[in-house]
């Protein structure tokens, strides 16, 4: 057993890791690094974004939302509306994710109102449709180019200081996103959410206003990839249904935070960053098919064996091996 | 002319609609008895339509003749698969959501296989009766349709024969409504378990090669058949063999008529907010069990 005080400079130590590690990152385009590596770590930030703001009402509230890749197109597709049809400058632009972020938190109040009364499998189906039709809904309107997508014109600059602008700022964002997570991990709200997903009526006796906790929970949820989508459209330079709305980005970071382990701020970030090194590897070196068989028999080994995240399936297995060792010697 | 197009869609409609209750059934067993909602159900319905095919193109086995060996074959890889993926599970708390995350991680294995195997090309199941109907007035039915249509009905006969009148069926029906009462009584839900997802599979291939019949399929198809599983099952209640039989006819007319009059890539916008409608409006109140 660590003391307390053992404890607290165990996390400070860890807090000036966090902190070395994240200016390393931010300092990595300095060393000119081929555009190839920039843009790989780009999606893993990309991925991290996603899969902590899913974990938000995902993990810590247990409401599955298997449509989350919908906020992500809508706030794509708003950054890349508001530059075609203002002719935005640059700077504007990438300032114009944050309205994509708010399309997509007001459309999640909008929906969320009524969906966050279903529990568990109607709420992911719920969702699941939800993506569907607003896929739907903007491949059929010609306003937002239909299915052959829209168009953005691209940054002026040399290709690696493009590449190296959205590394740091998805980077900023991914900082960002997780110390809110972490925040909220220790804060009124994050508790609140656990509480939600161990027992909803309990929550509610606990005199905690769950509606309410639980659309907070969602909008959030919503926002961040909403601000992600804004700049993945800007990175890409040219977005249609098909590549915003994948149901795969749905898919892969359910997959991502549950891997890690949903309910945690690390969780999601360990589960995010090494699933989309392997989502990379995949992609580089097997076809598509094959990839996603894998991510498949992923999902059934991480329900199965380790239903809590990979991290607590460490640590349960260490306390295990601790328990022998006790009982041994 | 019009009455003609009316009556058309109609027909048309209540053919479709006794396939998508064939696979509603199947999963609404599943749903009901085992506590698992299968995502993948719909993928092994594809799947059936695609070693039909490849039965039928490569050695000219008639879809109807291959099911006597597929269907078997599903039913006891359907038990193999509950003894190996959902019995670990049934011991979480939340089992619904623990089943609907893990078959959905079968669904993509089972689409990308067929994927790899079969490519994405979309393929037309083409018996030697395709492309001939038979009239009553004016009214055209295909015959591969109206195969189509008779082999879910069978298979929703046969269900609901089982269910009612023999030992196992009973069995099935007490797990359902009070799983501790039927162990109680000697039933082994293990055994029970297994069968009711075996049968669940083997329905769900009987009605792929009954859509097979009627409509062009891919491997990624399996997701829009999944909605229209989900809405039937929540309109006719989770559980109820009668009332599945009778919302897939429902939802059937539906599209049916709406095809004739609205542009078809509006057709799934409307399928899907239905179903967002019903599960907002209704969410317990069309079930004959509790969430």
Same mark, same amino acid.
């Given at each position: ?6 404890? &607290? ?49 995902? @993990? ?6 298997? @449509? ?32 994509? &972020? ?83 991990? &220790? ?13 909803? #009526?309990?929550?509610?006796?606990? &005199? ?69 090194? /392997? ?10 098919? /094959? ?35 006790? #009982?041994?010697? | ?9 109609? !027909? ?41 095919? %490849? ?10 003749? %291959? ?124 055994? !029970? ?9 083997? *329905? ?5 090669? *009954? ?7 891919? =491997? =990624? ?10 809405? !039937? ?29 609205? =542009? ?13 409608? !019903?599960?907002?409006?209704? =969410? ?8």
């Amino acid at each position: 057993m660590t003391q307390p005080s053992q404890a &607290g400079q165990k996390n400070r130590t860890y807090c000036y890791l966090a902190i070395g590690v994240a200016v390393l990152l931010s300092l990595f385009p300095l060393l000119s690094p081929a555009p190839y590596f920039l843009s790989m770590l780009y999606m893993v930030f990309l991925y991290v974004v996603l899969a902590e703001s899913w974990n938000i009402i995902g @993990g810590f509230a247990g409401y599955l939302s298997f @449509g989350h890749v919908a906020f992500f197109g809508l706030g794509a597709y708003t950054t890349a509306f508001l530059m075609n049809k203002l002719a935005l400058s640059p700077v504007a632009t990438i300032l114009s994710s944050i309205p994509g &972020g708010l399309v997509a938190a007001s459309v999640a109040l909008v929906i969320g109102y009524p969906c966050l009364r279903l529990r568990g499998p109607y709420f992911a189906v719920v969702t699941m449709c939800f993506a569907f039709v607003v896929h739907m809904v903007v491949q059929n309107i010609d306003l937002f180019g239909g299915v052959e997508g829209l168009w953005l014109a691209a940054m002026k600059k040399p290709i690696h200081v493009i590449r190296a602008i959205f590394y740091e700022l998805m980077l900023t964002l991914m900082i960002l996103v997780v110390l809110f997570v972490r925040w909220m991990e &220790g804060s009124k709200l994050g508790k609140g959410l656990v509480t939600i997903r161990e027992d909803e #009526e309990v929550a509610q006796t606990l &005199g905690i206003h769950t509606p309410r906790v639980k659309i907070l929970a969602f909008v959030l949820s919503a926002f961040f990839p909403g601000v992600a989508g804004g700049l993945h459209a800007y990175y890409l330079t040219y977005i249609s249904p098909e590549n915003v709305f994948d149901v795969m980005v749905s898919i892969l970071i359910v997959l991502m935070t549950l891997f890690g382990g949903g309910g945690s701020w690390l969780g999601a970030l360990i589960g995010a960053v090494s699933l989309s090194f /392997i989502n990379e590897f995949l992609t580089t070196f097997v076809a598509a098919e /094959i990839a996603r068989i894998i991510y498949g028999l992923l999902f059934i080994v991480v329900i199965i064996f380790m239903p809590n995240g990979i991290m607590e399936f460490f640590r349960r297995r260490r306390r295990q091996k601790e328990e022998r060792v006790l #009982e041994n010697g | 002319m019009f009455e003609i197009l009316l009556l058309q869609s109609l !027909v048309s409609g209540i053919l479709m609609g006794g396939i998508y209750a064939l696979l509603g059934v199947g999963f609404s067993l599943t749903w009901g008895v085992l506590r698992v909602i299968n995502i993948a159900h719909a993928g092994f319905g594809v799947l059936a339509a695609y070693i039909a095919y %490849s039965l039928l193109a490569k050695t000219g086995l008639d879809p109807l003749l %291959s099911l006597l060996i597929t269907l078997p074959c599903f039913f006891f890889g359907g038990m193999i698969l509950h003894r190996g993926l959902i019995r670990p599970i049934t011991k979480a708390r939340e089992t619904i959501v623990a089943s609907m995350v893990l078959t959905f991680g079968l669904a993509i294995v089972v689409e990308n296989l067929m994927l790899w195997i079969w490519k994405a090309d979309p393929r037309v199941l083409k018996p030697s009766y395709s492309g001939t109907a038979v009239f009553i007035g004016e009214v055209g039915l295909p015959i591969p349709q109206l195969v189509g249509f008779g082999l879910a009905a069978a298979g929703i006969l046969l269900l609901y024969l089982f269910l009612n009148h023999t030992h196992t069926g009973k069995a099935v029906q007490a797990t359902w409504q009070e799983k501790e009462g039927a162990a109680l009584m000697g039933i082994n839900l293990q055994k !029970v378990s297994e069968i009711a997802f075996g049968m669940a599979i083997a *329905a769900a291939g009987l009605g792929g090669v *009954a859509m097979a019949m009627m409509y062009t399929f891919d =491997p =990624p198809v399996h997701n829009f058949w999944l909605i229209y599983m989900f809405l !039937v099952v929540i309109v006719g209640g989770v559980g109820s063999i009668l009332g599945t039989a009778l919302a897939g006819l429902i939802l059937g007319v539906i599209t049916g008529l709406c095809m004739a009059f609205i =542009p078809y890539q509006w057709i799934n916008v409307l399928t899907f907010g239905l179903l967002i409608v !019903v599960l907002l409006v209704r =969410p317990q109140g069309l079930f004959k069990t509790g969430v």
